[in-house]
């Protein structure tokens, strides 16, 4: 599991023993980020979500009452599924989490899975620029930063960084700004996140620069 702070809902994903209407919602949900990574914000109407989901007008404004309150759900849903996404890249990992390879394998394996369907990302951005002008939006964003950056702050320190928490800021920052090149530069695949984290993570946890290859790690690295 990930540390405190980066655990997803259990239900996060598998929809198989949701209710009928929680798994309309859902797919309202999911439409709603396809319109805001297609048109921004700004396109997202009850009739424009309707349409992308397939179903009547009536349905969305059944479940969502404004078009404020489609934007903050899926915002929450979308939050909620890039923590499926970190679970998986926690759980994918073979090797001791308290070491510096295992973390670059950690980010770089979830920047994999995360780019897997890039309108999501174009969504979390989309959104993210909303949250500067939205305090609803404002308060989800933080609270997610926050779990971010603990959940990593408790994984650099068992690495023995000496300012995990500060450490960790650093590598979201350099995270996001990778995500955003690579959604403009699409060459710009995860093993070139890789190679910057070979050269940044030993410096934040106060190790020699790493001799490993650009690989995952093994059980001998």
């Given at each position: 599991?990930?540390?405190?702070?980066?655990?997803?809902?259990?239900d996060a994903i598998d929809e198989a023993?949701?209710?009928?209407?929680?798994?309309?919602?859902?797919?309202?949900?999911?439409?709603?980020?396809?319109?805001?990574?297609?048109?921004?914000?700004?396109?997202?109407?009850?009739?424009?979500v309707a349409a992308e989901a397939g179903?009547?007008?009536?349905?969305?404004?059944?479940?969502?009452?404004?078009?404020?309150?489609?934007?903050?759900?899926?915002?929450?849903?979308?939050?909620?599924?890039?923590?499926?996404?970190?679970?998986?890249?926690?759980?994918?990992?073979?090797?001791?989490?308290?070491?510096?390879?295992?973390?670059?394998?950690?980010?770089?394996?979830?920047?994999?899975?995360?780019?897997?369907?890039?309108?999501l990302i174009l969504a979390e951005y989309?959104?993210?620029?909303?949250?500067?002008?939205?305090?609803?939006?404002?308060?989800?964003?933080?609270?997610?930063?926050?779990?971010?950056?603990?959940?990593?702050?408790?994984?650099?320190?068992?690495?023995?960084?000496?300012?995990?928490?500060?450490?960790?800021?650093?590598?979201?920052?350099?995270?996001?700004?990778?995500?955003?090149?690579?959604?403009?530069?699409?060459?710009?695949?995860?093993?070139?996140?890789?190679?910057?984290?070979?050269?940044?993570?030993?410096?934040?946890?106060?190790?020699?620069?790493?001799?490993?290859?650009?690989?995952?790690?093994?059980?001998?690295?």
């Amino acid at each position: 599991l990930l540390p405190s702070g980066m655990q997803s809902a259990p239900d996060a994903i598998d929809e198989a023993d949701l209710p009928k209407g929680e798994r309309r919602r859902r797919s309202l949900l999911e439409a709603t980020l396809r319109v805001i990574a297609r048109g921004g914000v700004e396109a997202v109407t009850h009739r424009r979500v309707a349409a992308e989901a397939g179903v009547s007008h009536g349905t969305t404004t059944y479940h969502f009452a404004s078009r404020e309150d489609i934007i903050l759900q899926a915002f929450r849903y979308y939050i909620r599924l890039i923590t499926a996404h970190l679970d998986a890249a926690w759980d994918s990992l073979d090797d001791d989490p308290g070491s510096v390879p295992s973390v670059i394998a950690f980010l770089v394996d979830f920047t994999r899975r995360e780019f897997s369907d890039p309108e999501l990302i174009l969504a979390e951005y989309e959104l993210i620029l909303c949250a500067a002008r939205n305090d609803a939006l404002a308060r989800e964003y933080r609270a997610w930063q926050r779990s971010l950056v603990g959940g990593l702050t408790t994984v650099l320190e068992a690495c023995g960084a000496p300012r995990p928490s500060e450490a960790a800021r650093i590598v979201v920052g350099v995270c996001r700004a990778f995500e955003l090149e690579q959604l403009t530069h699409p060459s710009h695949g995860p093993d070139q996140l890789e190679r910057r984290l070979d050269l940044l993570l030993p410096g934040l946890v106060g190790t020699p620069s790493p001799p490993w290859s650009n690989t995952k790690p093994t059980a001998s690295s």
